[in-house]
């Protein structure tokens, strides 16, 4: 069984602040971030799709003790979006002040860009991840 999207494809794409998903052709569920198999129902059958990136905030939490390697960066919010084409994903929010960030940002409209982190000791390297900013 071979990738349709790999990790490597997703995270350059993420760099360009494109946000590549996989539709399937049999339930037309989309996933997001790339996985084997469609997370609705198991299905090998699936296309790579680009999605619109933008989407609403479902919940957060703020970072202030940073996991190893990341001790530069704290604080930060952490948060999971529900995007227009209807799965979820977990990114970083900018714009918003991690100590000063209330339950009033939930269910607030985001848009996506990206974020290269650098590695740390139990990653392959630098690589991006979402970052959502608030859209206006």
């Known amino acids: ?8 494809k997703y995270s350059e ?23 084997m198999v469609c997370q609705q129902c198991g299905s090998t059958n699936l296309e790579v ?16 003790v940073p996991a190893e390697g990341r001790e530069g960066e704290c604080p930060y919010i952490i948060v999971m979006v529900k995007l227009d084409e209807g799965p979820w994903i977990m ?9 000063q960030a209330t339950m009033a940002i939930m269910g607030k409209r985001v848009k996506i860009g990206a974020k290269v982190f650098d590695g740390d000791k139990y990653s392959a390297g630098a690589s991006a991840r979402p970052l959502f900013a608030l859209e206006n």
Request: proline fraction near 5%.
């Open 49 to 64: 799709t680009e999605l619109k990136g933008s989407g609403v905030i479902q919940t957060f939490t703020s970072v202030f």
């Open 91 to 99: 990114g970083n929010l900018e714009g918003v002040e991690p100590r």
């Open 1 to 8: 069984m071979e990738y349709k999207l790999t990790f490597k």
């Open 13 to 35: 794409a993420l760099k360009q602040s494109k946000l590549l998903g996989l539709k399937c052709l049999d339930c037309g569920a989309i996933t997001v971030p790339p996985k």
